[in-house]
């Protein structure tokens, strides 16, 4: 329940902010892996065609209906996606601990600036020569840096995100499904411009730095609107910590609204030690372990989740090809079926959170839930991929491809804001900010495993 004095998010001007946030917070990733033909055109030394004529392609625009036949000689899918989450896992792991000593603002806007930098690096990148190996050091060691800021950035914000009420959490993970969609359309862009490689390259590049830019815009803003102060502060106040004792009364015996005598005595308790005194939030210590033991199958459920999915997306699933002979189709199918799809159906099933959180933060089945995506595997191992050395094609039709892609994605991004929106349900309010970076550090270990099954999946095929 609101309360009287609760101030109104005018214009949905923090909703919005927070949208924006997320949408900041995973450009890094999905923009690096929507430009995989550019990285793929700059390390490989022959390109041959799908109708089987070896040329050689400068061509951005034009490389993404033949990236499927380049001579992956630096396994580039694999070595990206791994490099990309173990930073993400082992910076989440040291965001949990050293958020008590470096102060919140320090470390989101700091984040922000470094991938800002980052970016403008890359995009700089495109306009210099070099050979392939030096180019490929240089950027592993970008995606390595801006995932490690990202790490420290996504875990600060879901322990912001605690303060405040559930529906900002569902759109702050709305906003991240944007950030896949931003990037296919902007790749799309790029292909039909019909530029040269150079130019469309720096054009795709220059856009996320514009994105982060507004992002660190969009946080500082955060703090002079009266409805973000309000829950920014309110752990600072008397009034406040009654509220928030009252909320946790509420999350801990949702018996009592039916009449539960047994809840309402623990929650006069809670309040009467508030008002002596005893009960200081920030008097409190936090015990990781006892968090750990309230939020462990949420964090299960997301480490299942992303572990399915990196182990096959993108290292298995941008090798898949049109079976098509149209030449046109052939250029757009991997771009449109694979990521665009996938970015847009994973937005939809985040922004189911927003609407449902079945089957509710006390179900013990989510991570089996999420465990059976992993029939998607073979799925697209199956699918119908040129360079087939073990496997055989089964599902030759592209409409079997996109079939997968629509359920793969939208159960990915359902069980992937599902555990994000319950973990915090589960926990007492003073807990949520190190509820915040542990969830954040399970679902990079979940990231961090697909990314290593991809080596062997992709060996298998």
């Known amino acids: 329940m609101p309360r009287k004095?609760?101030?109104?998010?005018?214009?949905?001007?923090?909703?919005?902010?927070?949208?924006?946030?997320?949408?900041?917070?995973?450009?890094?990733?999905?923009?690096?892996?929507?430009a995989i033909p550019y990285f793929q055109t700059r390390l490989c030394s022959e390109i041959h065609t799908l109708y089987g004529n070896s040329s050689k392609s400068n061509d951005f625009s034009e490389s993404r209906n033949v990236t499927t036949q380049c001579r992956d000689e630096f396994n580039f899918n694999n070595w990206m996606t791994l490099l990309a989450q173990l930073p993400l896992l082992l910076c989440t792991l040291l965001n949990s601990f050293i958020y008590q000593w470096i102060p919140e603002r320090v470390r989101i806007a700091g984040s922000m600036l470094a991938i800002l930098s980052l970016f403008i690096f890359t995009a700089v990148l495109v306009e210099?020569?070099?050979?392939?190996?030096?180019?490929?050091?240089?950027?592993?060691?970008?995606?390595?840096?801006i995932n490690a800021f990202c790490a420290?950035?996504?875990?600060?914000?879901?322990?912001?995100?605690t303060l405040f009420p559930q529906h900002y959490s569902s759109m702050f993970l709305s906003g991240q499904g944007m950030a896949g969609t931003f990037a296919a359309l902007a790749m799309l862009l790029s292909m039909s411009s019909g530029a040269n490689h150079q130019t469309t390259a720096l054009g795709y590049f220059v856009t996320p730095c514009f994105g982060t830019f507004i992002s660190i815009i969009c946080y500082f803003l955060l703090y002079r609107l009266d409805f973000a102060q309000y829950y920014l502060s309110k752990s600072n106040t008397n009034s406040s910590k009654t509220y928030e004792l009252e909320t946790k009364a509420e999350l801990l015996h949702p018996?009592?609204?039916?009449?539960?005598?047994a809840g309402q005595k623990k929650a006069v308790l809670l309040l009467k030690e508030a008002e002596a005194g005893g009960i200081g939030e920030e008097k409190q210590s936090i015990s990781v372990c006892i968090v750990l033991k309230k939020i462990w199958v949420m964090a299960l459920t997301i480490v299942i989740t992303f572990g399915v999915t990196l182990s096959v997306f993108p290292a298995i699933t941008a090798k898949v090809v049109s079976n098509s002979e149209d030449e046109g189709w052939t250029k757009f199918f991997n771009p449109v079926?694979?990521?665009?799809?996938?970015?847009?159906?994973?937005?939809?099933?985040?922004?189911i959170t927003s609407k449902t959180l079945w089957p509710g933060p006390d179900s013990k089945y989510l991570p089996l839930l999420a465990a059976i995506r992993f029939i998607f595997v073979p799925l697209f191992m199956l699918c119908h991929i040129p360079d087939h050395i073990y496997l055989p094609t089964f599902f030759q039709n592209d409409a079997w491809f996109i079939i997968f892609m629509i359920f793969f994605s939208v159960s990915n991004g359902y069980f992937v804001s599902l555990p994000m929106c319950l973990a915090p349900k589960k926990v007492l309010p003073h807990e949520g900010e190190t509820t915040g970076a542990l969830m954040t550090f399970f679902l990079a270990l979940g990231l961090s495993v697909?990314?290593?099954?991809?080596f062997g999946f992709k060996a298998l095929l």
Do not use: H
């Open 152 to 161: 420290i950035l996504q875990g600060s914000l879901f322990g912001l995100l």
């Open 450 to 454: 697909g990314a290593g099954l991809s």
């Open 128 to 145: 210099v020569e070099m050979d392939a190996q030096s180019f490929f050091d240089l950027t592993m060691a970008t995606i390595w840096f």
């Open 255 to 261: 018996g009592e609204e039916n009449g539960d005598a």
């Open 337 to 351: 079926c694979c990521f665009l799809i996938f970015n847009i159906m994973d937005w939809i099933g985040r922004s």
């Open 5 to 34: 004095d609760e101030p109104q998010d005018k214009f949905y001007f923090v909703t919005i902010i927070f949208l924006i946030l997320g949408l900041g917070t995973l450009l890094p990733w999905n923009f690096f892996i929507t």
